[in-house]
């Protein structure tokens, strides 16, 4: 099946700065979302991006999928972005499930 | 909130018990699927559902199982459960199938039941 690999497993940052999130995925996709899974265990949708770029707000996102890899983007981090942040991703045919990456572990420090 | 809602929250249950997990999909979402978070494992795919159909199974055990209903609630039952089922089970929905690639198929999640097994 499809392998997903985010990279850096963990990032620890000071509040106020800019950081990258890397997901690299093995085949085509035709279904790629980053989520954030909060301290409660919440998975909260952020993107939507099975190619092209996205914003909202302080994150963005761009995936590229001939080259098949998604970046997020986070700036002016805030200690509530702290968590766990999720690429998952779907390929086409009959493969109907999201295969999760094992995810960043983000923590912002005041 | 995502508009997916799961009951209940938090399940404490002893070994070799039976228990039952409840999904209410998005307004309008047809597809159902059951995702398990566990430490070791990370977040695995479970099983999906599509309009009351079963449509894919990932890495479900035989003592699991699960059905949509008519109203597209969907239901997991877990059962002769071990210490290592204890996990964090996720439902998540979506409008469309795959097969139905020209329409966003961006899934939500609900808010998850943590099943502590004792």
């Known amino acids: 099946g499809i392998q997903v690999e985010q990279s850096p497993p963990d990032l620890i940052l000071q509040e106020g700065a800019n950081s990258t999130l890397r997901c690299n995925f093995s085949?085509?996709?035709?279904?790629l979302q980053w989520f954030h899974q909060n301290p409660w265990g919440q998975l909260i949708n952020l993107f939507y991006i099975p190619s092209g770029t996205k914003q909202n707000g302080r994150l963005s996102a761009t995936t590229v999928a001939t080259e098949r890899y998604s970046l997020l983007y986070i700036s002016s981090s805030q200690t509530t972005d702290s968590g766990v942040y999720f690429c998952a991703v779907r390929t086409g045919g009959s493969n109907y499930k999201l295969t999760f990456g094992k995810g960043t572990l983000l923590t912002v420090n005041p | 909130d995502s508009g997916v809602t799961q009951t209940p929250k938090h399940l404490i249950t002893a070994t070799g018990q039976r228990v039952t997990l409840r999904c209410s999909p998005r307004s309008g979402d047809l597809s159902v699927y059951w995702y398990q978070q566990s430490l070791d494992q990370g977040l695995q795919f479970l099983i999906q559902y599509y309009n009351g159909e079963e449509r894919a199974k990932g890495n479900i055990l035989e003592r699991f199982s699960a059905q949509q209903f008519p109203d597209l609630h969907s239901e997991l039952n877990l059962s002769s459960l071990e210490l290592g089922d204890s996990a964090l089970y996720f439902c998540a929905s979506s409008v469309a199938s795959v097969g139905q690639s020209r329409l966003n198929t961006e899934a939500f999640f609900g808010q998850g039941t943590r099943l502590t097994v004792v």
């Open positions: 085949d085509s996709v035709n279904n």
